[in-house]
T-cell receptor, first 113, second 116 residues
Framework: KQEVTQIPAALSVPEGENLVLNCSFTDSAIYNLQWFRQDPGKGLTSLLL?????REQTSGRLNASLDKSSGRSTLYIAASQPGDSATYLCAVKRGQAGTALIFGKGTTLSVSS | GAVVSQHPSWVICKSGTSVKIECRSLDFQATTMFWYRQFPKQSLMLMAT?????????EQGVEKDKFLINHASLTLSTLTVTSAHPEDSSFYIC????????????FGPGTRLTVL
């Protein structure tokens, strides 16, 4: 059974710092991995999607890497801002079309000004 | 871009009553819809997968007679929580995939259910 773990559970940093969020999964046979952002009481915003054949994806100040063989992914946030404060969720897709995502519990990030 | 809506965004009901939550794909046809549940400070847990025109597939531990899912059209799926109890209070989120982009799930904004 696939399990997704995110470390740390919570993180507080001052504005401007670079930071790394970690995600690990137990079964390396994934189709893709996705990072989401969730604001309190809200739905999900997709940040980055990495296919199983890819090593990394970048969008603005965000960079996500994937090491499928070791079951790990990292989300790197450069020059953090207070607006980055949210919960970041990592999710893996079990298979191709029509299969659901398996989520980690998330890392709650707080960026202070 | 693809948009998924949910209605209502929040609902409060009395214990023992039934509540229906709607999930709609606004600008695409959703061949598959997923229902997730999220308890406070927990992750999203898949409840069921529903394909248009067929019965939903429920995850282990999810009571299909309590959580009724109907996916009658390519743009609408409904989740009915029957005989709701306080422990059913949670954040329910749906997602949908289109036939053209089956790798991508589009998430709705979620429905907050509180059972008194």
């Amino acid at each position: 059974k696939q399990e997704v773990t995110q470390i740390p559970a919570a993180l507080s940093v001052p504005e401007g710092e670079n930071l790394v969020l970690n995600c690990s999964f137990t079964d390396s046979a994934i189709y893709n991995l996705q990072w989401f952002r969730q604001d309190p009481g809200k739905g999900l915003t997709s940040l980055l999607l990495i296919q199983s054949s890819q090593r990394e994806q970048t969008s603005g100040r965000l960079n996500a890497s994937l090491d499928k063989s070791s079951g790990r992914s990292t989300l790197y946030i450069a020059a953090s801002q207070p607006g980055d404060s949210a919960t970041y969720l990592c999710a893996v897709k079990r298979g191709q079309a029509g299969t659901a995502l398996i989520f980690g519990k998330g890392t709650t990030l707080s960026v202070s000004s | 871009g693809a948009v998924v809506s949910q209605h209502p965004s929040w609902v409060i009901c009395k214990s023992g009553t039934s509540v229906k939550i709607e999930c709609r794909s606004l600008d695409f046809q959703a061949t598959t819809m997923f229902w997730y549940r999220q308890f406070p400070k927990q992750s999203l847990m898949l409840m069921a997968t529903s394909n248009e025109g067929s019965k939903a597939t429920y995850e282990q531990g999810v009571e299909k007679d309590k959580f009724l899912i109907n996916h009658a059209s390519l743009t609408l799926s409904t989740l009915t929580v029957t005989s709701a109890h306080p422990e059913d209070s949670s954040f329910y989120i749906c997602s949908a995939t289109s036939s053209r982009a089956q790798d991508t799930q589009y998430f709705g904004p979620g429905t907050r259910l509180t059972v008194l």
